[in-house]
């Protein structure tokens, strides 16, 4: 049974209990201004610090805030785990350091209603306004991989805003096949989102570089070029095997707080 949430926002959080509370009170906020239900569901990734404690402790309020506990460590599988838990009429995540700016929701939650399949924020949007304080290395790793990326997702200029957003039923069939459970993870989503027939909107943000990033260029940036040569041979059985669209009744927010089909998409 439909739980009348419209909009699900997934935060993945491994040990995130300093920054959780002022991220929980302005996403909330955001949230609240939208003017229909909403909900911020927090997925602890293992956290060994007081994550947990910080999200149950959060009042009652117009926004719900829910905790679910996912024990495989990875950003991508508790991601994962929020969509695929979720009831609402549309889901997406964004980063427990709000590094992108949640006055964006209500740009995100107008295109989805209007028709768009998911909604990717963008640093490389020409209008995207970032404050980057990244090292030289990050900085010629991030154009490195982008050109790795193309080869996967064609229909954005950028894939790892923590900032994405999807109708319900096209979330499910881009996160439920989904295996990487590292930083490389929205290339897999979006590639399979793309290649299922979802339309993609690309739109700018306002990003700031948030001291604390749990993403190494050192320990993890190797990885991640591996995981996208995985996943581009893992995507590639998906283009030989029969065509599943995700064209079919999309769902369409009621903002008593149902979901009403409206009908095929041109």
């Known amino acids: 049974m439909s739980s009348g949430i419209v909009l699900d926002v997934v935060v993945p959080a491994y040990n995130e209990a300093q920054r959780l509370p002022e991220t929980l009170l302005l996403l909330r906020e955001a949230l609240a201004g939208l003017g229909v239900p909403s909900r911020v569901t927090v997925v602890d990734n293992a956290s060994t610090d007081e994550t947990a404690d910080v999200a149950t402790a959060v009042p009652a309020g117009v926004v719900p805030v829910r905790l679910l506990h996912c024990a495989e460590r990875g950003k991508g599988f508790a991601v994962r785990a929020g969509v695929l838990a979720s009831d609402a009429s549309y889901v997406g995540f964004c980063d427990a350091d709000l590094a992108t700016a949640p006055e964006h929701l209500a740009h995100v939650l107008s295109l989805l209603v209007g028709g768009a399949d998911a909604v990717v924020g963008s640093r490389a949007h020409p209008q995207s306004v970032v404050q980057d304080r990244h090292s030289v290395l990050r900085r010629w790793g991030a154009v490195a991989f982008r050109g790795a990326v193309r080869q996967v997702v064609r229909g954005v200029s950028e894939t790892q805003c ?50 604390g990033s749990r993403f190494s260029p050192v320990r993890h940036g190797w990885r991640s070029f591996v995981d996208v040569a995985v996943i581009r041979w893992r995507l590639r059985q998906v283009e030989a095997a029969p065509a599943l669209s995700v064209v079919g009744l999309p769902v369409a927010p009621d903002m008593t707080g149902g979901a009403a089909a409206v009908g095929l998409r041109p």
């Open 162 to 211: 923590g900032f994405k957003f999807f109708r319900a039923d096209v979330a499910r069939q881009a996160f439920e096949p989904m295996r990487c459970g590292g930083f490389a993870f929205d290339v897999e989503v979006l590639g399979r989102a793309e290649r299922a027939g979802a339309r993609l909107v690309e739109i700018p943000v306002n990003w700031v570089d948030v001291p």
